[in-house]
């Protein structure tokens, strides 16, 4: 019987941005939560655990066991703590332009100065802040219709969800240690015009578990599945071919 599979999404976006994935694997059981202050979910929980335990109380109520994870940037973080707390619920792991390791104290404090701004101006200024990180240099030249959907996204949230998920991310624990307990397989992708999180921290994130295997995604940068769905798609599409002959 295929796996479920959980799609956990990226800051600050929404559950929204997996309606090409979702629609691609659609013969699956397929949750797609919306973390707290995000999408149709208000503000609440404020750390990356308390998200956890919003997803895993998710997987409870649809009779979700086991799932195969997806988690994209802060959608990876939210898997390590997942796997922190459950790891007898994660089948497998499709980590996609995140890293294990935590902020250094330069990001640390751009988190902290972002949610103080946010507070106090909302997210109007977000978008056009983000754009040019988050985005890679060929979506924002050829891909026009990929950018307006996320300055959409973007400038839909709501600002104390952003601001509470950025100081959740900038509190995050290091995962690195995790990684050598991961027993199930592990997929770190990566759009190979990703900046934020480069092709470097998603070999890092392979080369520490036992069964890794790094996948770079062309003409992408850090939201590679909005970027490019069919490659992400076909990517995440090989792997669960995988797991199911397993």
């Known amino acids: 019987m295929s796996l479920p599979i959980v799609f956990l999404h990226a800051f600050p976006l929404d559950a929204s941005m997996w309606l090409d994935q979702a629609s691609a694997v659609a013969d699956r059981t397929v949750l797609a939560p919306d973390f707290p202050g995000f999408g149709s979910r208000p503000a609440g929980p404020s750390s990356l655990d308390e998200f956890a335990d919003v997803v895993l109380a998710d997987m409870d109520a649809a009779g979700v066991e086991r799932a195969v994870v997806v988690g994209l940037s802060m959608g990876g973080y939210v898997a390590f703590r997942i796997h922190a707390k459950r790891p007898d619920r994660i089948a497998a792991l499709f980590l996609a332009d995140t890293r294990a390791g935590p902020d250094d104290e330069a990001g640390r404090k751009r988190r902290a100065d972002q949610a103080e701004r946010v507070r106090r101006e ?81 070999q890092a994130i392979v080369d520490g578990v036992p069964q890794g295997r790094f996948v770079a995604i062309p003409g992408a940068g850090h939201l590679s599945s909005l970027e490019e769905p069919t490659r992400f798609n076909a990517a995440l599409g090989a792997f669960l071919a995988r797991l199911d002959r397993r």
């Open 122 to 202: 909302g997210v109007a200024w977000l978008a056009g802040a983000m754009i040019p990180g988050v985005l890679g240099e060929t979506t924002r030249s050829e891909r026009p219709e990929v950018v307006e959907r996320v300055r959409s996204l973007v400038s839909g949230a709501d600002p104390e969800g952003v601001a509470r998920a950025l100081l959740a991310m900038r509190d995050r624990p290091d995962s690195r240690p995790q990684l050598e307990r991961m027993d199930f397989p592990v997929v770190a992708a990566v759009g190979e015009e990703d900046t934020l999180t480069p092709p470097a921290e998603s």
